[in-house]
């Protein structure tokens, strides 16, 4: 017996046991994402022990990875061939795993033009609150009959299984790239060019505009960052420079090292917006909406990314009404991403789900994970 099989008998065993005696269980990585979600609850299953790089075919564009493999030791590995992960995942602490990533579901600026986690998940290895270890897609885009259960994985907080491994495709890193920093520009001034640079051939890959308060006199900015063949950012950025001029702003283009920076810092939830919450009772909420939705009326000034579609503010616990309504209209929805130190417990974290909704997702929970033992609480469907 190798020490894969022996640490899937281990686990298996675990959830089996668990399972007669309905004791739940927390499936944790690096616990860098504990913070998400509605509650933690159970008896930890840790991951740690289940890592490592199972394959990786440069040529093919395909890794395979246990659950627990830390999230940096995966991207240090694509960099050395010159590869990525290109939906930017971001990591929230050192200890981030590639199995937290895929249960979080969470992508970083790029998300809007290159796609999500989901888009890039071939297939995966999960161990079902029966025990059992099930095999679903495979390493290739067409290796999918019926119901693609990988990409089902994505978002699921540890819901439904245990994800034992996971294949992932990869692609190249872009041969260029550069970021302008405008200023000048009103939120929805932003918002229409980013519209309209979105229905041209553009290599347009992520956008960010924040209202920089530390600046006297205070200062709206619109940070755009081109990906691709150099060729085609070095035509785009002059091009992209006397539209902003058009609109009434101005354009610089950044220095790569502090724009790389930057980018980081965004991916991370480190820039300033994010560092400091404005009172005690703020909360991070996360507005997921239509890129063409206008600038929302709203009495928090938010931090805009994925050309429109994300929308990240900070408001009290008691705004989540307000918020779900405007986002509902616009389209979208709302979730409170971060907690308040001291807030109410029964705030919904996630939009409350429709009565068909929940029944697909309590039926769906019942198919995986027939006792609910897996991380009972974290999302809606357990409820």
């Known amino acids: 017996m190798n020490a894969d099989t022996d640490m899937t008998t281990l686990m298996a065993g675990r959830v089996r046991a668990a399972a007669r005696t309905g004791t739940p269980l927390r499936i ?34 395909v890794v395979t990875v246990r659950g627990g493999t830390p999230l940096a030791e995966l991207e240090a590995l694509l960099a050395e061939q010159g590869q990525c992960l290109p939906f930017e995942p971001p990591h929230f602490g050192p200890h ?9 579901g969470l992508s970083g600026p790029a998300r809007a033009s290159s ?56 692609l ?37 505009w ?35 001029q058009a609109a009434g702003g101005q354009a610089v283009p950044m220095d790569p090292s502090q724009a790389g920076a930057d980018w980081h810092a965004c991916r991370e939830q480190t820039l300033p917006f994010f560092a400091q919450p404005p009172s005690p009772d703020a909360c991070l909420w996360r507005l997921s909406v239509p890129q063409t939705a ?9 931090l805009v990314e994925w050309h429109g579609g994300l929308r990240w503010l900070w408001a009290p616990a008691s705004a989540a009404e307000q918020l779900r309504q405007l986002a509902g209209q616009a389209g979208g929805h709302a979730t409170l991403f971060r907690r308040a130190a001291l807030m109410p417990e029964n705030v919904p974290v996630f939009t409350p789900l429709s009565p068909v909704q929940s029944r697909i997702q309590r039926e769906l929970k019942k198919q995986f994970d027939p006792a609910g033992i897996f991380n009972p609480g974290r999302m809606p469907m357990d409820g």
Do not use: H
Request: hydrophobic content about 45%.
């Open 115 to 170: 796609g999500a986690v989901r888009d890039y998940l071939l297939g995966v290895v999960l161990l079902n609150g029966k025990g059992e270890c099930l095999t679903f897609g495979g390493q290739v885009m067409k290796n999918v009959a019926g119901y693609d259960v990988s990409r089902l994985m994505a978002g699921t907080l540890g819901t439904l299984g245990v994800l034992m491994e996971l294949s992932l495709k990869v």
């Open 294 to 302: 206008p600038a929302m009326n709203l009495p928090y000034v938010p």
């Open 96 to 104: 981030a795993t590639v199995g937290g990533m895929v249960a979080s």
């Open 28 to 61: 944790r990585g690096g616990g860098s994402k504990d913070f998400y979600g509605q509650a933690l609850r159970g008896d930890v299953l840790d991951m740690d022990a289940y890592s490592g790089v199972i394959s990786y075919e440069p040529s093919e564009l």
């Open 172 to 208: 190249p890193v872009a041969p260029g790239e550069a970021t302008l920093q405008c200023s000048g520009l009103s939120q929805q001034k932003a918002l229409d060019l980013l519209n309209r640079w979105g229905g041209q051939p553009l290599p347009l890959n992520a956008s960010c």
């Open 210 to 244: 924040v209202r920089d308060a530390s600046a006297v006199p205070t200062q709206d900015l619109l940070f755009v960052r081109l990906r691709g063949a150099l060729a085609a950012v070095e035509a785009a950025c002059p091009r992209m420079v006397a539209d902003v």
